[in-house]
């Protein structure tokens, strides 16, 4: 058996794609309660009051919604390296990215479905100002009290042609590990979740693109601290216009409890929280047959089609394969 | 810059000595909601519904109440064989044992004050029998539903003679991570948090011993899901008539919500829930300053003496210091 | 404007009928943690922890599932006599009866629909025995600790042929006032919400019967503190192997958190939680038009076909009309 | 035996006096979530989003902090004529006077420590502009995002000199119903619960004044939904700079989860949660014995000296007896 590897420590900013950058921009300030902290450019990068750098996410101007640059923090600078190193003996590094907005240099690269990822380690811890120093100093800023208040970035869920290669390639290269996957009857991955934190998954390759085009992000989660929190944020959206599209309810897979929630530039978010971690390191990852897939979410809770079948960017009618289980 | 080490996994199996070993296992199992799961010898074993492996808490009787063994899982076996070396290159090795109760081989040392711990990497999952197996295949058992139901163990915390000294043993040894630590004002430490996952402790060193013996428990403790249920945990205890010491609150250092109790025997059992994750991999530690720390708790609660004097094995009357924050 | 009249004081019992009185016990006891009372011929008598009469369920041994008699409490001797009297000017009333299981001499009667009735005032409060005994002395018995460890009884749901009709019936005869109610294109009620507590409903005609038959239960109602306990519900039932029919979630109409499941027997059981009370002594009922119904459940949760069209006792194949919102 | 009442339907409006009007504005909008939404003279009203009425809350400025006028709603006209007839009856009627900010015309009187009231049954609803207006339509407004986020009004706590007189004053002219008390040796009380709605109170005479001099304020409390969200509350007021004094925590005496703030006025305000409701219209009040308080809160939660010493108006020192419990 190889020794698990510890070089990518966590999820650390994700860069959403939109065509309506002020109304996500709101979206995500009053209703999930996020704050803005710088712009460059065509980007606004944003903060959940409980992250430790100065920005999770990264919403960016663009003619269709979707997911730009996933980037991620290694544990140290020479885990950087070897990453890198890995990546390029892969043959998918893009090469070295000045930093911004809080992040150092990055690597960037691409997994095999050509979705954009970058590694960097150096990074600057989020100084609260003013009116945002907590009382308590092992804290980030004071506790967030706005809208549905999310705590941390999560992780991030996309769709590609190819679960296996994908899969492979981050648990190959980056050192990822499987805690869970959903096989077809032939034994192919029909979906999986990776985790490098005791966080049950910081990435899933959610499903098989029905479209076939791969690199499209099914969501983008944001946590909370208990379920009650997740409720109190489909009460919070419904007062506010959001549309809901499936929860608050239970996975089957990974047990977390879940709320999907479009933001204005039509991308879709998690509002998740989870009571589990995933201390074993050797952990046998759990799969799920086709079987026990279809017996559905934890508490049979009916999922609207749009769940299966929409990813962004959005496909034009008549593109996409309709299959789905 | 070291590049941190990730050789420890996570804590494994505490060993409480109990005077009253049936009055305890009760507690254990009706009040707490644990399952028993072997015997050997003078000893019982027992797991909590969410613990992965086979048993996370050792009953043993004994004439005293106090801690046995703590026992921490590596992250591989060639980890376990780094860490061994490192033990016995401190001159703190005592050497190999015999695993039990779904432990493998084990390698027991003491920290510079004598508490005995071990590491090892074999371990058993559990495998539930039928009335434990759970409808959803990526949990350990069945949920609990007796008593406060706690779902995994949590942390320990001892006290000993010179922090600092301790405290720098893990680190250097065992790759422990300092998250939040208290000082006096000559700048040495009166507690220190330790951590190997990205929970914020699992391991602390709580306060100078008055009675300057070290090696001593205040609490062991075990995590439930949420702020909710460390309240619920005080309803049964009221109802069941443990003697509960303080809590529910919210601690100041590591934001933890608590609930501190005595088990029948004698050691003081802590339920706690925390919403926080240390993810950085290069986090500062927090460093209270005595002026901080007099503030007291997250939200002023008042905490008894017993609280800052009492830990097991019990002192004589007389022979214990007075002093305290 | 005439004054309110507060004659009837809370739902006190509703008898269930069962084809299966071993299985439905079982469930009621292990799965949701009531405590059987007393048994009397083929009628076992059961409690919520927090109820403070007696028994809030009666299950009787019957051929086919459905409700039995469903009694209220008044507010005293002269309001029960009040009551009767205005049951007999009705032409309604059946009759004086004996108590049974805590319950005095009742008075029964059936409202237009045929739905079998009763009041009464002379009620035993619940006396704990030695291992119930709780230690607040505010509290009937000890907190549950066993399943989804319900608290009290909260509401029952009928279906009938003309929702005006039966629903008047109890407002003039009763004093029930309607809290919510939703209307056709005509006005003509398709759901009427009836409270005698500040609790927003008490009794509800959920919906005019598709299969034209009427006294038919759509489901008895027991609630819990809190949301997070109608999820842990939902838990605790997945684990037991209970059918989940829908929710957790929260309906548009009052507002509650809901849990739908089925006991063996084959009715309908909610778990409820509200955070909401009534106080208005005037309040006027809120109406849902047809369209407003459409827009579904407070977050959009999809419903199963059978919440709409199943009801205790079930209809015959090719018997009900399939029509619903 | 009598009859019980049912002409006062619930707490309506608590006059706060202060002497730093614009502070205490900013603490109930800003910290507590309330709306401001009138302003007459030296008086600021106030609201929860929970409430229906238009203000539960009247801010006025005074030298010194203390509570006003307590308002009741009674459930109709006549039982308001009623209750005028009963209190001028008992010699302590002060007159009608005109309603203010959506309170139709209202009857003043005083208990016999001289703590002022007043009844009334007009009434106007809260109507809600543009940016409150809920999607739910059963709901008063938006629900509460801001801060605390305090659902509505739920009951005040004053300080008498003879608890009996007053308690029984109150039960005699009013029909309030004592649901808990306590007593000392001799058979008096000192202290007493008293409700009209199925909350189990709605006033406490809560201590007899140690400074003998009656009609002081302990506190005004305001509901939320659950106990999570009364620990929400505290890190709500850590963050803030507020003044906690105790809790959360949970009382002995109606089992409420309690946490006790000042306002920058200096009076005391409470955020409560409570799952139990009293429906039993024959309720025997539960009675506390000074050996059964002396345990003090249900999970033995140490209180500070100001809880039992403090009540607004302050007393200069030496004024005070510092006997307590």
Known sequence: MNEPVYDVAHLGRVELLTPDLDASLDFFVSVLGMDEVERVGDSVFLRAWGDYERASLRLTAAEQPGV????????????????????????????????????????AFTDPDGLRMSIYYDSEYFAPSDGQTPTLKNQPQRIGVRGAAVRRIDHVNVWCRDIDRNADFMVDTLGFRVSEQAVDGDGRRTGAWLHVTPK???????????????????????????????????????????????????????????????????NRVEIITDGRLLLAPDWRPITWTPEERARGQAWGTLMPESWFTYATPPVAAGQQETEHA
Do not use: C, M, N
């Open 200 to 266: 049950s998954y910081d990435l899933a390759y959610g499903r098989v693109d029905p479209a076939d085009l791969g690199a499209r992000l099914h969501h983008v989660a944001y946590a909370v601290d208990a379920r009650e929190y997740v409720l109190r944020a489909a009460d919070v959206f419904l007062d506010a216009g959001v549309r809901i599209e499936a929860g608050p309810a239970k996975h089957a897979v990974q047990q977390t409890t879940f709320l999907y929630a479009f933001e204005p530039g039509g």
């Open 68 to 107: 730009g640059t996933i980037a991620w923090r290694t544990t140290s600078e020479p885990a950087l390296e070897r990453r890198v190193a890995a990546l390029e003996a892969a043959g998918r590094g893009i090469g070295w990215e000045d930093g911004i907005a809080g992040i150092g240099r990055s690597y």
